[in-house]
């Protein structure tokens, strides 16, 4: 799969993820170029085609139900795709913030 960014809240706006990604027509646009993206758990919900997801998730765990061992993997499986993604926003957060101080 492929990440793509389309589309972002304007600066200082405090938008939650998965309604910017409603907004911005997100799920559309991933499908109609035939990419997919991997998400956190923000994101639960904005895909439910279960026979064809563009949008991975993962599980969410509660008291009452744990994880079983496969969903585990697949936790793992997730994070490792999305790790180098993430990593990737932390350095561009880090630019923004040099750009911002005082000369």
């Known amino acids: 799969m492929t990440h793509q960014t389309v589309g972002h809240a304007p600066a200082g706006d405090h938008t939650h993820d998965i309604t910017a990604a409603r907004h911005d027509h997100v799920l559309a646009r991933l499908r109609a170029a035939g990419l997919g993206a991997l998400a956190d758990l923000g994101f639960r919900g904005l895909d439910n085609d279960v026979c064809d997801p563009v949008i991975v ?11 079983t061992p496969g969903q585990k993997t697949a936790h793992r499986v997730l994070a490792t795709g999305r790790a180098p993604v993430e990593h990737g926003f932390a350095h561009l957060k880090d630019w923004r913030t040099l750009r911002q101080t005082p000369h």
């Open 57 to 67: 998730t993962g599980f969410a765990a509660t008291r009452a139900h744990k994880f």
